[in-house]
RNA sequence: GGCGACGUAGCUCAGUGGUAGAGCAGGGGACUCAUAAGCCCUUGGUCACUAGUUCAAAUCUAGUCGUCGCCA
């Protein structure tokens, strides 16, 4: 029976390009795991989408002088371009800047506010007379109570790096008029999480399958207990408030995000024509499993607050793992925009091909403790390990079958004990690649899946078959049929790790139905708004094609080609030069 | 400061009580179908540190140091 598997990946600020820390992280990921189980012939549903709110916008918007949406258009639009170039097969990309997202929102608040886990609260907070208004963290600066540093930040201070309330700050002063700000009282709505950590501290406990630091990190926020969190702010750039006298206050960026993965399904089926169609994965009645893909300074939100506001909802389906991830260093060094200490992806991919750094990120990922882009390594597990070890299978003997089989696959004499066993480790190499990718570690699974390819590279060499060719074109035949079978099923197990070369071979051993299906940008017409989105068409839907090779004798192949490209030595030091 | 994770060969990692492992890099070799790729052989490690438990510790316990995240 198809399963029913919800990929929800983090929603990315639209106030900066992508970086590959974050591609390593949280995205990439997630794509590995949806194309594999696209390939089982399960329905996918893989929902994520900008995230349009949230001062850090505002910010950008104001220094640049333009409005928040033309920022988040922008960035918006340079994420959809990522996506489609690193080929990740979001079923919908979206934002939050739709009605509908507006709409799901609100009747999350409304529900929760009914039920009573939402409730008003005075608190102080920063107000600058001068531009007549609340002033969020990042809008004061001021000298920070732990160290004495002059210009710490209303939410940081970069100095000790202490977090920081606003009005801990010492002399505090506004960012845009310099006047010293006053304290007032302001309401707002408070998330009173403190109603469900019982049954969430239930809830975690049975999750003995999530990564130690994720399920240690929620366990441990448990035992502290989860206090009422604030869901309002006093900004202006965000979804309103739907309560009388709340016209100047807005939904805090955080509540509205991780409602996106509820908000994005039900788009997706709306758009689709069957409205009804996002329960499949959401209706705890029914049988699926959802995953969070994000990076790890947001677990706090997929393993407790998110599941708090879907207990607290009902009806509704909560996470099944959590794989957060640890983060990705650049040459040894924090990812930093300001210092450009930073690879953008749209950069990346304005130089090379999807498939590298697909490879190198996941064999350098970062599951279990940070690791290390270095340029050096990227080169090196290009040119030695994806093109040296797999490409280069792939490529000598389909060039050698094409030029002396008449560009067929041959028929095979009688199997040797070493042809079956190299068809026997390919075929034994399924199932333990599957439950590595079931369980997220893809790491592993890639591992696994590199290890038959060295095999099959010695099984070629000891088969010889351009010696056998001269004295026994029979015998050269089965071997060159034993390792294009391998290749085939070697094929798939990349597949979700590098699916561009895994087409491209498809496409090359005579297939004629593609592995996957494509990736389109859509222009998405609301009643009054307009957004753009990403969706993928699949193929074979429900088929099970995770499957060792059934490849026919005499099948027409086409002109071979390299799978990757090698990259030249000098690429090191020119990337290199681009940073700082 | 509190909580959590991590710290094993140059790099990325596996190894949860019984004589330190893999891939890549480095060194040597034979071959040539192949993107000078692949194949064979091989050099690398007081398993962060200290103390303890045990016949036996990378593995268990306590503490220390370092890195990263979170602290609503």
Known sequence: MNEKILVSVAWPYANSPLHLGQVAGAYLPPDIFARYHRLRGNDVLMVSGSDTHGTPITITAEREGITPGEVVERFHRSFLETFLGLGLTFDLFTHTDTENHWDVTLRMFNRLLERGYVHKQTMEALYCEQCQRFLADRYVEGTCPFCGYEDARGDQCDNCGKPLDALQLVHPRCKFSGDTPIVRETEHFFLDLSQFNEPLKDWVAAKDYWRTAVRNFSLGM??????PRAITRDIDWGIP??????????????????????????EWAHNRGTPEAWLDWWDPERPARSYYFIGKDNTFFHTLIWPAMLLGYGDLRLPYDVPANEYLTLEGRKFSSSRNWAIWAPDYLSRYDADPIRYYLTTHAPESSDSDF????????????LVGTWGNLAHRVLTFAYRNFEGRVPEPGDLTDEDRAIIATVEAAFAPVAEDLEACRFRAGLAKAMAVA???????????????????????????????????????????????????????????????????????????????????????????????????????????????????????????????
């Open 222 to 227: 448990l035992e502290e207990g989860l206090r």
């Open 241 to 266: 408030v739907p309560v009388a006298g709340y016209e100047d206050k807005r939904i805090y960026v955080w509540f509205d995000a991780v409602i996106g993965y509820l908000s994005a399904s039900i």
């Open 374 to 385: 270095s340029w050096a390594e990227f080169l090196a597990a290009n040119n030695n390990e």
């Open 454 to 580: 060295r095999e099959a590279n010695r099984y070629l060499d000891a088969a010889a078959p351009w010696k056998a060719l001269k004295t026994d074109r029979a015998r050269a035949a089965t071997a060159v049929y034993v390792t294009l079978k391998v290749v085939d099923s070697l094929k798939v197990l990349f597949a979700p790790y590098v699916p561009f070369g895994s087409e491209k071979l498809h496409a090359t051993l005579g297939y004629d139905e593609p592995l996957f299906g494509r990736q389109e940008v859509v222009e998405y017409q609301e009643s009054e708004r307009r957004h753009a989105g990403l969706t993928y068409h699949g193929v074979a839907e429900g088929t099970d094609r995770w499957a060792p090779s059934a490849l026919l004798p005499g099948q027409l192949l086409r002109e071979p080609a390299p799978l990757f490209k090698k990259l030249d030595d000098e690429i090191v030091e020119q990337e290199l030069a681009r940073l700082g």
